[in-house]
């Protein structure tokens, strides 16, 4: 049976395919490649097995061009279990190899080749990659895939749900699944994005993917305010993997919500030592300033990581932007949050223009990309009360009372800090 996603069926085929409520039956999986659909960690030892057979295959036929594409895929995959880039440039170099070996025919070293440049957030690139591996193979659903999260994050969201459309077409499962959800979540499809969801967590079988797809429906609850199902997935998918850093990451948020600040820095403490990333950190480091305590040793990790990331060929203006607003550099801040929008026009990159902007006293400039960062309708309290606040600062009043409400209405603990903020200008602007 087809999945569609245009046209928002996707909680019939759910019902069809006997997909079992939130406690039921134990399954989940994700996609292959860059922040557009964020995908889960495989175990890291059965990644270190993989790689050895690919390297003990070339030292006996270093004329495989497949087995080159395979280590490359494999070497870019440990880069996102271990959130080390330091793997980016062996995994650009065996999937060079595999292209100098095979120049013709070789979609999955074009197909890796663009993974990787969307791991580097080079989105541009990836998708000319995408594309290149496309003219090569037109049923590649690997090479569709890397297309829908280039063109996510470029923002262009109806040729993103084309690619996941055709992705989904050609090999419904895991990876299709997991990135029709987050398609759907970006367009404000909530009930469909998690039984879209579901469908993936019912053709799991490993623990990480399990683990993953728990993650991702937990965040939508989060993101609608049900903290009570958000938990239970928590709950649910840290029974299948342990050391699911994103599940941490989410637990965090649920034990700040529920007042333990103790328990969450804990759980922040996991998520940096096995995978150290400057959200992660920003994170940590937030939370360490709400605890009364120095988030001083955090930002300067996350700004060690920004600089491992940069040196291994990435390019993070978002990032540097935040770290800039952290260190209260609005200007700065602003000023690299535009140069992220030069390069794509993404609704997270449009969001932090717009607190950049505001945070360096010019509402009235931040106000439009306010309005882009939720024109797709992303159901999300940080997004509203971001656009809230700035409509405040520039004078809309209808809007900023709206969009306050939605955010309270959304998640009234979405943040230990924004949330009382949000509260008090809302019962100023309604007084």
């Not at 440049?117 to 193979?137: G, I, M, P, S």
């Not at 077409?169 to 398609?183: F, V």
């Not at 937990?218 to 049900?226: C, E, F, P, Q, V």
Request: charged fraction near 20%; glycine fraction near 8%.
């Amino acid at each position: 049976m087809r999945v569609r996603i245009v046209l928002g069926v996707v909680l019939a085929a759910a019902l069809l395919l006997g997909v079992g409520a939130l406690a039921g039956r134990p399954s989940g999986g994700p996609p292959a490649a860059a922040p557009a659909a964020p995908d889960r960690p495989q175990a890291t030892s059965r990644l270190a097995v993989t790689i050895a057979a690919h390297q003990e295959r070339l030292r006996t036929v270093p004329g495989d061009w497949t087995a080159w594409a395979a280590l490359g895929e494999a070497y870019l995959e440990q880069a996102r279990a271990t959130a080390d880039p330091a793997y980016y440039p062996k995994a650009e170099g065996a999937l060079r190899r595999s292209l100098e070996v095979r120049p013709d025919g070789n979609a999955a070293a074009l197909a890796g080749l663009g993974a990787l440049a969307n791991a580097r957030h080079d989105f541009a690139a990836a998708k000319t990659l995408a594309e290149q591996a496309l003219a090569v193979n037109a049923w590649s659903d690997t090479a569709y895939g890397v297309l829908a999260d280039a063109e996510t994050q470029l923002g262009h969201p109806g040729a993103a749900t084309a690619a996941v459309q055709r992705m989904l077409d050609l090999r419904p499962g895991l990876a299709s699944y997991t990135r029709g959800s987050y398609d759907l979540e970006q367009h404000g499809r909530r009930t469909e994005a998690v039984a879209l969801m579901r469908l993936a967590l019912a053709g799991a079988t490993e623990p990480a993917d399990v683990a993953f797809c728990h993650q991702h429906l937990g965040s939508l609850a989060w993101a609608a305010g049900d903290l009570a199902t958000a938990g239970r997935h928590v709950t649910l998918g840290l029974a299948a993997d342990p050391a699911a850093v994103g599940l941490w990451q989410l637990k965090a948020k649920l034990d700040t919500a529920a007042g333990d600040l103790t328990a969450a820095l804990a759980d922040l403490d996991r998520v940096v030592a096995r995978t150290p990333t400057v959200d992660a950190l920003l994170d940590q480091a937030r939370l360490l300033q709400v605890a009364g305590r120095d988030p001083g040793p955090s930002l300067e990790l996350a700004r060690a990581a920004h600089r491992l990331f940069t040196a291994n060929g990435g390019t993070d203006d978002l990032g540097a932007a935040a770290l800039a607003l952290a260190a209260g550099d609005a200007a700065t801040a602003a000023r690299l949050a535009v140069a992220e929008w030069d390069r794509r026009q993404f609704g997270e990159v449009a969001d932090m223009v717009a607190w950049t902007l505001l945070a360096a006293g010019d509402p009235a400039a931040a106000l439009p990309f306010a309005r882009h960062a939720n024109a797709l309708g992303q159901v999300d309290a940080t997004l509203a009360y971001h656009y809230g606040m700035v409509a405040h600062a520039a004078g809309d009043r209808g809007t900023a009372r709206l969009q306050l409400r939605l955010a309270l209405a959304l998640n009234p603990k979405f943040s230990p800090v924004d949330a009382p903020i949000a509260a008090r200008t809302l019962a100023t602007l309604e007084s």
